[in-house]
């Protein structure tokens, strides 16, 4: 990875759940490689379905479905953890964007 990527965690408490080396920065959107790790395979379900509603143009369940991954998971950039986040994953690409102010919690 270069110095210009930014790493953003993905964490499940305080157990890493991916990495994402941001390869195309950009607001409102980040963009960038996913990386995986072993707790991962308990979450992606919920990341697959989402990108199967979001192609099916199913918009009214996406909110259910995405509460889940909100409650579950926390992105935390270099400065800590954000307040809160809208992240998808497909393969090994990863885009979010996130809320600036500190999480509270």
Sequence with gaps: MTGHQHEWRLLSGSVLVGTI?????GMPWQRGCFFPEPAFSQFKPWFDEINALVKAEEFERFDDVYDLIEAALTLESSSGPVAGFLLHIDQDRAWFRWDEA????
Excluded: F, M
């Design 21 to 25: 080396a941001v390869d195309e920065p």
């Design 102 to 105: 500190p999480a509270t919690r």
